[in-house]
């Protein structure tokens, strides 16, 4: 399962330079497979497992902030989460994406201005 994050005009608060450091993109998930059990062939639900991925961010040239983006798969996060021929239901909680204090810096959802 692939996964890509990718927020442009990245600033530091106050002095509104780009942000040279890394995010945290946070995303709780929930898997059920059909691999469980002593024989490993028994369906169940394996409790949620939170999958942090660092974001690197790059300053840019121009007068816009930094471009943060990752490009990874879930095998490479959680290795052994994605066994190739199996089937799984994947349940995806909230995306969110911490700045480098560990504070929420960018939540999915609807914004209406």
């Known amino acids: 399962m692939k996964a890509s994050l990718s927020l442009s005009d ?10 040279g450091g890394d995010l945290e993109a ?3 998930v929930r898997l059920t497979d059909g691999a469980s059990g002593p024989a490993q062939s028994e369906a169940a639900t394996v409790s949620d497992m939170s999958s942090p991925i660092t974001v690197p961010c790059t300053p ?9 983006e990752v490009a990874t798969t879930f095998d490479a996060v ?3 989460s994605v066994p190739e021929g199996d089937r799984a239901i994947w349940a995806l909680d909230q995306l969110e994406v911490l700045d480098g204090n560990g504070a929420v810096f960018a939540r999915q959802g609807v914004f209406v201005p």
Do not use: E, H, K, N
């Open 10 to 19: 990245v600033r530091l608060a106050g002095t509104l330079a780009d942000y």
């Open 78 to 80: 959680v290795p052994g």
């Open 26 to 28: 946070l995303l709780d």
């Open 60 to 68: 840019t040239a121009m007068a816009v902030g930094s471009m943060c």
